[in-house]
């Protein structure tokens, strides 16, 4: 059961299984923020600053260590799944009271970035209303994010999908086990999967060896426990308490498919 190991002014929390925290710094600037790590969370080189009121940050279990650069404004959540590895800081702006969702199992590599905001305000001439609203990200199970991607608002991703190196993604609806990549990204291939295992230092057998996969646990297909993202949206009509046992009915889910597109 987590317990509030810190409190401070504002009514700010941390609610954790005492998390090992590695020249890192959490920074609580506005009021009624949450951090909730579950247990074998370790966070390394990084700064989590809650800069406004009534923000959300869950952090599940991870057999790596996060590293991360996080700011979230008001009335947001960020959810990361369990066993999500990251190579280096990944920078993360949370806009507008608007969420970023991600599955368990992803890859990141270096120097990616994930923002829900433009942010400055754009409207149009003749009907002078505004263009831009920021909207939420999510990124389903098992996905792949290469070296330097740039995720922008409203971007989905399947589960299985591959993002590949320096790309930008701008409000794109990535179906799952697709290989996309460019600026803007584009579709390169459908029908694929990958496995995390790194080919770096790869004899000729272990190539070899690898030429085959004979399991198919990173295909994902609709299904009745498919949940699709627009079910997370729900989150921004629940008070603090119903967001966390949200997130917690998000965390023992266990469907292989919950997160198909």
Known sequence: MMEIIEEYDGNNKILCHNPHLINTKIDFKGKNNILICEDRVTIQNSTITFDGDNSIIYLSSNTNKYFLHITTNNNSVLYIDENCYFNNKIYIILSESKNVFIGKNCLFSFGIWIRLADPHLIYDIDTMRRINPSESICIGDHVWIGQDTLLLKGTKIGSGSIIGAK???????????????????????????????????????????????????????????????????????????????????????SSHNRFYM
């Open 167 to 253: 790309s930008l993604v701008p409000n794109k609806k990535i179906p799952s086990n697709c290989i996309w990549g460019g600026n803007p990204a584009k579709e390169i291939r459908k029908n694929v999967f990958f496995d995390e295992k790194s080919v770096h230092k790869y004899t000729k057998e272990q190539t070899e060896n690898s030429m085959h996969y004979d399991n198919t646990r990173w295909i994902y297909n609709k299904s009745k426990y498919t949940l699709g993202f627009e079910y997370l949206e729900k989150i921004n009509d629940k008070n603090t308490d119903e967001k966390i046992e949200f997130l917690i009915q998000i965390r023992n889910n």
